[in-house]
């Protein structure tokens, strides 16, 4: 192999004496667009060795049978309006509490949930009891080190209930259950590294 690099770069450097060597399949593949801007370029194939495609999500989790989504104007415009960062985030869940207390006419139906994190964590997941016939809000902060984080309610059937970056899930108003259940609280960060506070409330 080094012999024929060498070889190879006398004849370029002696102008090749006029003698041009056998086409190889690249070479034809140049012929076509000799003297064209492209002339000396090739176009590699795409590759084939490629690891095969991540499996997709089991069908069933797009929605929740147990849960509807019942969208509220109101609720959507008072979480919206406070995000203002907090030192602690426990005290940035409870004023977005209390600032849609009058629109949601809800309470607090969990403790407060706290957690640090950061983007290389796995999810970190809290269990919740949830009553038929009632209407669940969640309000979630974190630090000013978390840049990107995403909250995902999910039924005990593992299908999603809603989901939201924050600081309310669902962002636009609440979820009501038509059947009792346990629900999982996932919390990822994206980007970042901190600390994190969430709180389920109910009407």
């Known amino acids: 192999m080094l012999a024929s690099i060498a070889a190879a770069t006398v004849v370029l450097a002696c102008g090749g004496g006029g003698a041009k060597t056998p086409a190889t399949g690249a070479g034809r593949a140049d012929a076509g667009a000799e003297g064209g801007p492209g002339a000396g370029l090739t176009t590699s194939p795409p590759p084939s060795g ?3 495609m991540a499996s997709m999500p089991p069908p069933g989790v797009a929605g929740s049978k147990k849960a509807k989504r019942r969208p509220d104007a ?7 309006a406070t995000r203002t960062p ?26 407060m949930l ?4 950061a983007d290389k964590d796995t999810h970190q997941e809290n269990k919740l009891r949830v009553e038929a016939n009632r209407c669940y809000r969640l309000y979630v902060a974190a630090d000013d080190s978390v840049k990107d984080m995403v909250v995902v ?10 989901e939201s970056p924050g600081p309310a899930v669902p962002e636009d108003g609440a979820v009501c259950f038509n059947a009792a259940d346990e629900i999982s609280i996932l919390v990822g960060v994206g980007s970042g590294k901190g600390t994190w506070a969430a709180q389920v409330w109910s009407d």
């Open 50 to 52: 490629l690891p095969p």
């Open 74 to 80: 109101a609720l959507a415009a008072c979480s919206g």
């Open 86 to 111: 907090a030192k602690d985030p426990a005290d940035l869940v409870k004023r977005l509490g209390d600032g849609c207390m009058q629109a949601s006419k809800m309470k607090p139906a969990s403790a």
């Open 114 to 117: 706290r957690g640090q994190q």
């Open 153 to 162: 309610l999910r039924d005990s059937a593992g299908d999603i209930v809603a």
